[in-house]
């Protein structure tokens, strides 16, 4: 009398496990890392990748001083300038201001362009035009205000926009004066953009922490300073960990150090069955790694060092899955024991036995 019942069963029973083993996500390794000729920026590597740029040399920076010589300041918009002739009031002028075009209008010598002149190139040209018109004039240019001495300090800064030097500007004193970066982050480098085609990379941990001042260079007028900013590339953990989600990826991050971060393997992990799946053109590769020979054997081999937007995925054990299968069978065995029973109420399994296996009367459920 049981018999169709137990067979309903059983097939709910094969049913739920090809449904939760068809969901479960089982990695399959496609690809052997080769170590000595893998390349750290794409491949899986011990080695971490070298993305820093190529950073300026306390040699080069000497020699691009001696090379732009001496540092004298040029006249731009903005500038206030005095010009005085001896003896000759009618041609001196207490405060000119360099309009934003870069001209200033003198006393008998009309409209001059002054912007990116130095105060003797100035004070020549002026006597050059007095002369025609008196004999031996004595001219001086004086710059009252320097409102050209300016830099653009951008980027990762607490205080990104233009920067003013009272004298010589360099590259602590723009950084300062632009508020440094935040306090959670750190300087590591910046870079000095000058002119249109020079871009200047500092290495600013050296400079900073081990003190090797030759770095701190000079900064030219209309100078950037870009600070970069600390990149948040992230890479995704998932399977038997007891936090999974995405991990902020750290320099040098490898494989065993974004399991701990994501608080360890669970009980029911297979620490033989680790994968990274790393994105490689469209198809990607995903490599196998056994932590459990890792950290049984102080193994390395296999601790990669991973890239932005790897995904991890620690398998779960044979049990884990077994168990899984059975939390979600137990829920159908109740629907389908309260399905009969009620069915047995009302008569319906009576009339169904009879049609299909000629047999008469009720069954009791609590039998």
């Given amino acids: 009398m049981r018999i169709p019942v137990l067979l309903a069963i059983i097939g709910v029973i094969i049913l739920q496990f090809m449904l939760v083993s068809c969901?479960?996500?089982?990695?399959?390794?496609?690809?052997?890392?080769?170590?000595?000729?893998?390349?750290?920026?794409?491949?899986?590597?011990m080695k971490r990748p070298d993305t820093n740029p190529v950073f300026a040399k306390k040699e080069s920076l000497k020699k691009m001083q001696q090379d732009e010589g001496a540092y004298e300041y040029q006249i731009g918009p903005g500038?206030?300038?005095?010009?005085?002739?001896?003896?000759?009031?009618?041609?001196?002028?207490?405060?000119?201001?360099?309009?934003?075009?870069?001209?200033?209008?003198?006393?008998?010598?009309g409209m001059i362009q002054v912007a990116?002149?130095?105060?003797?190139?100035?004070q020549d040209a002026i006597t050059t035009t007095l002369e025609a018109l008196y004999t031996k004039p004595e001219v001086t240019v004086q710059i009252h205000e320097f409102n050209n001495n300016k830099a653009y300090v951008l980027g990762n800064v607490n205080s990104p926009g233009m920067v003013r030097f009272t004298g010589k500007g360099?590259?602590?004193?723009?950084?300062?004066?632009?508020?440094?970066?935040?306090?959670?982050?750190?300087?590591?480098?910046c870079s000095i953009i000058r002119g249109n085609d020079q871009v200047i990379w500092i290495d600013l941990k050296d400079l900073l922490a081990n003190g090797n001042m030759s770095l701190n260079t000079t900064i030219r007028n209309n100078d950037v300073i870009y600070v970069p900013s600390r990149t948040h590339d992230m890479v995704y953990?998932?399977?038997?960990?007891?936090?999974?989600?995405?991990?902020?990826l750290h320099d040098g991050m490898s494989v065993l150090k974004?399991?701990?971060?994501?608080?360890?393997?669970?009980?029911?992990?297979?620490?033989?069955?680790?994968?990274?799946?790393?994105?490689r053109e469209v198809n990607g590769a995903?490599?196998?790694?056994?932590?459990?020979?890792?950290?049984?054997?102080?193994?390395?081999?296999q601790n990669y060092i991973l890239i932005p937007d790897d995904i991890i995925f620690v398998s779960p054990t044979g049990m884990a899955k077994f168990n899984y299968s059975l939390d979600n069978i137990v829920p159908s065995l109740q629907v389908l024991s309260l399905g009969t029973s009620n069915?047995?109420?009302?008569?319906?399994?009576?009339?169904?036995?009879?049609?299909?296996?000629?047999?008469?009367?009720?069954?009791?459920?609590?039998e």
């Avoid at 990116?116 to 100035?122: I, N, Q, Y």
């Avoid at 306090?183 to 480098?189: G, I």
Wanted: charged fraction near 25%; glycine fraction near 8%.
């Fill in 286 to 301: 995903v490599v196998e790694v056994n932590l459990e020979d890792l950290i049984a054997n102080a193994d390395f081999s």
């Fill in 79 to 109: 500038d206030i300038l005095g010009i005085a002739v001896w003896r000759r009031p009618e041609l001196s002028a207490e405060r000119l201001i360099v309009s934003p075009d870069g001209y200033i209008s003198a006393p008998r010598v």
């Fill in 116 to 122: 990116g002149k130095t105060s003797e190139e100035v």
């Fill in 343 to 366: 069915a047995e109420s009302f008569g319906l399994m009576q009339e169904l036995r009879k049609k299909l296996w000629e047999q008469e009367g009720f069954v009791n459920p609590s």
């Fill in 237 to 248: 953990i998932m399977g038997e960990v007891q936090s999974p989600g995405a991990l902020q």
């Fill in 23 to 45: 969901g479960s996500i089982d990695p399959k390794p496609n690809y052997i890392p080769v170590p000595e000729a893998a390349d750290p920026e794409k491949d899986f590597s």
């Fill in 170 to 189: 360099t590259l602590l004193e723009g950084l300062s004066l632009a508020g440094g970066v935040p306090k959670e982050e750190q300087m590591t480098r």
């Fill in 258 to 279: 974004a399991v701990m971060m994501a608080g360890g393997m669970m009980r029911t992990a297979n620490a033989q069955k680790v994968f990274i799946i790393r994105q």
